[in-house]
């Protein structure tokens, strides 16, 4: 079981990008949860968002609420995050995760079964 980032970059704040997450594998709700978390140069891994598939709610770091959206395409077996408005802030290497949490541990990066390796955000004022 493989997960895969990719479409980062560097934009302007302000502006939108999307990461996408592709899972190989396995598939998507093989796993009752997939989260997104974000690392900044020397910090540890920070909660963006996750989706649980029963039922389709989504959860989201108060540093984003009303910016990101999380979301997965079942056909494609690919996870997304929609960032818009992008901040100077939300620079770091954004990572995609796989897991059967319970709600208690959604965001919790160690509490994921599979991990991938990332993809560089970097928004410029």
């Known amino acids: 079981v493989q997960l895969v980032e990719s479409g980062g970059g560097s934009v302007q704040a302000g502006t939108s990008l999307t990461v996408s997450c592709a899972l190989s594998?396995?598939?998507?709700?093989?796993?009752?949860?997939m989260g997104w978390f974000r690392q900044a140069p020397g910090k540890e891994h920070e909660f963006v968002a996750a989706i649980r598939w029963n039922g389709g709610r989504t959860y989201y770091a108060d540093s984003v609420k009303g910016r990101f959206t999380i979301s997965g395409d079942n056909a494609q077996n690919t996870l997304y995050l929609q960032m818009n408005a992008l901040k100077p802030e939300d620079t770091a290497v954004y990572s995609c995760a796989a897991g059967n949490n319970i709600l208690s541990t959604i965001r919790s990066y160690r509490n994921y079964r599979v991990w991938g390796q990332g993809t560089q955000v970097t928004v410029s004022s």
């Open positions: 594998g396995s598939t998507l709700r093989t796993y009752t949860t």
